[in-house]
């Protein structure tokens, strides 16, 4: 296909049938890289056949993402709530004077809002 008409004519010189063996094989070869272009053009214009492919990449990806989260939780421990209910349990044990207050002003907070419904 690359050749200009001199090369090809030079290489067809000789024996007519070794001319049309050359000439049958070069038209085979040129329906096969036909026939491969075809089916590449044919691929990229199928639109459900390429977005199911995003689709299951999209999925593998998600999973792969999940499970390497959860590895990394499993590893922290458990739960982060787990977690910040601990620091502030050990906060309220050290400091207890702020913690009190603080439920005595919610008590006394919810007491009034329930007191002025009856």
Do not use: C, W, Y
């Amino acid at each position: 296909m690359g050749q200009d008409q001199g090369e090809a004519g030079a290489q067809l010189a000789g024996d007519p049938d070794d001319r049309a063996a050359q000439l049958r094989a070069e038209i085979e070869g040129t329906r096969q890289d036909l026939g491969d272009t075809a089916a590449e053009l044919a691929a990229k214009t199928d639109v459900k056949a390429r977005a199911q492919a995003k689709f299951e990449q999209v999925k593998r990806t998600t999973a792969s993402k999940r499970e390497e989260l959860l590895a990394k939780r499993k590893q922290s421990g458990g739960d982060a709530s787990g977690s910040a209910v601990a620091q502030l349990e050990t906060k309220v044990r050290q400091n207890p004077v702020p913690a009190t207050a603080a439920a005595l002003l919610g008590g006394f907070v919810l007491g009034r809002l329930t007191r002025g419904r009856r």
